[in-house]
């Protein structure tokens, strides 16, 4: 079992940046595929970015140029940055581990116009 801890969302108006953090609990946390995925209010939950665990990365064609995943293996955690968000940014974003797979909490992101 793997527990996901994300961090790092809030209220920002639209051009704004956030950087969401997920923490996770093993520390073979090296060996995972990890994601962020985000659901709005009445939507399906949908793949915003992916990390392999030789750092390859893919991402939502919504967000490219505007969005960075990366990851720290030393300290378990993989980060989501955020650059000039949009109003229809605005979801609960979620952390996925592949190796269950694992989800964490979520966390809100609301972009104002």
């Known amino acids: 079992q793997v527990q996901l801890v994300e961090s790092g969302g809030g209220l920002v108006q639209a051009g704004e940046s956030l950087r969401l953090s997920c923490l996770a609990s093993?520390?073979?946390?090296?060996?995972?595929?990890m994601g962020w995925y985000r659901q709005a209010p009445g939507k399906q939950r949908e793949l915003v970015a992916r990390?392999?665990?030789?750092?390859?990365?893919n991402y939502a064609d919504a967000v490219k140029d505007r969005f960075t995943i990366s990851r720290d293996n030393a300290k378990n955690t993989v980060y989501l940055q955020m650059n000039s968000l949009k109003p229809e940014d605005t979801a609960v974003y979620y952390c996925?581990?592949?190796?269950?797979?694992?989800w964490g909490q979520g966390t809100q992101v609301t972009v104002s116009s």
């Open positions: 990390i392999t665990r030789d750092s390859s990365t």
């Open positions: 093993r520390s073979i946390f090296s060996s995972a595929t």
């Open positions: 996925m581990d592949d190796r269950g797979p694992f």
